[in-house]
């Protein structure tokens, strides 16, 4: 195990109604003027948007608002928010929606107390500096609610690129399973996929006998296969939906990542379709993935067979530990195909003659220097490889 440091000091309010304690908690946390952020229209039918402002009117605490939040939060709005901001003397900003509105949030709280562009933080700049953010989440996904990362698409080119630092860390999140069962089964399930990913990313390391993070990882993973058929059987189930909403939170708040090389290949690759296709993050993971771990195999089989053997129940074959690797990745590959997700370039819209492009953006951009990848080093050639085993 690699030597760490561990901080991760959001506060979690968890459960149902939480929500009615926002007020108390920004106001815990030194906001008078929020700038609220959200997506579309789906918070104000609810309900949970009203809830919300009663409950900051309730502590006194003035606010402006700020929608429109796309899946692949852009650029352009977050310029927009900046300006707000700036201009309402806002102190603090909540969250209100996934992952998509919590990245965007966190990019507005930084560029809201930074001369220059905010771009700059997606171009390499360190993170040290923002307006403290909240959240209320309402899709179980991106794990962004207990992360210091974030992910936002310029549409200048559309191409997307992440940020980190502790100032991106929420100061508060608050999390109730309930208000994730009116999800369409199919955000659902790109939820889901997105948990695991972030679980998988940290498993695939180089470094050697990290058998606590190992196992938690696991753990979360055989969880994410429990719950999951639970709730696209009954959307409505609270329990699923609660253990699946604490499982994105801990698969990505790095309590899994800690003392270990990761490596964050999947990501990096499957950004370029997002950002080129506008399909859903987790559904670009759930081909790129299988793709990624099928050409990064060899590199460790015993690694990708102790998963399957851990987590997906195959039976170790000694003889030939790569059979079980295969079989690990196959079995990965259909859960997610039985969860509604797609399983190549065709279903998610996307084109063979955008392989080089997209191969060169994921090598070439975010302060990248030609190649992607923790566990295996991967060059535009090999990325265009993987592209390939998508078609």
Known sequence: MDNFTFYAPTYFAFGKDAENETGKLVKRFGGSKVLIHFGGGSVIRSGLMDRVKASLDAESISYVELGGVMPNPRSGLVYEGIELCKKENVDFVLAVGGGSTIDSAK??????????????????????????????????????????????????????????GEAYRPKFSIL????????????????????????????????????????????????????????????????????????????????????????????DIEHELSAMYDCAHGAGLAVVMPAVFTYNMKHDVMRYAKVAERVWGCKMDEACPENTAKAGIEAFRNFLCSIGMPKNFEELGAKEEDIEHMAHSACYGNGNTGYVGGFVPLGQKDVEAIYRLML
């Not at 709280?109 to 959240?135: H, I, Q, R, S």
């Not at 409505?236 to 939906?241: F, L």
Request: proline share 5%.
């Open 176 to 267: 109730n399973p309930a208000l994730t069962q009116t999800l369409p089964p199919y955000q659902t399930a790109c939820g889901v996929t997105d948990i695991m990913a972030h679980l998988y990313e940290r498993y695939q390391t180089n470094t050697k006998d990290v058998e606590v993070t190992d196992r938690m990882i696991e753990a979360l993973l055989l969880t994410m296969i429990h719950e999951a058929p639970r709730v696209m059987e009954d959307p409505n189930n609270y329990e699923a939906r609660a253990n699946i909403m604490w499982a994105g939170m801990m698969a990505h708040n790095n309590s899994c990542g800690v003392g270990r090389t990761q490596d964050w290949a999947s990501h």
């Open 107 to 164: 990019a507005i709280a930084a560029g809201a107390v930074y001369d220059g562009d905010f771009w700059d933080y997606y171009e390499g700049k360190p993170v040290e500096k923002a307006l403290p953010v909240g959240t209320i989440l309402t899709i179980a996904a991106a794990g962004s609610e207990g992360s210091p990362d974030s992910v936002i698409t310029k549409e200048e080119g559309m191409f997307k690129r992440g940020a980190s």
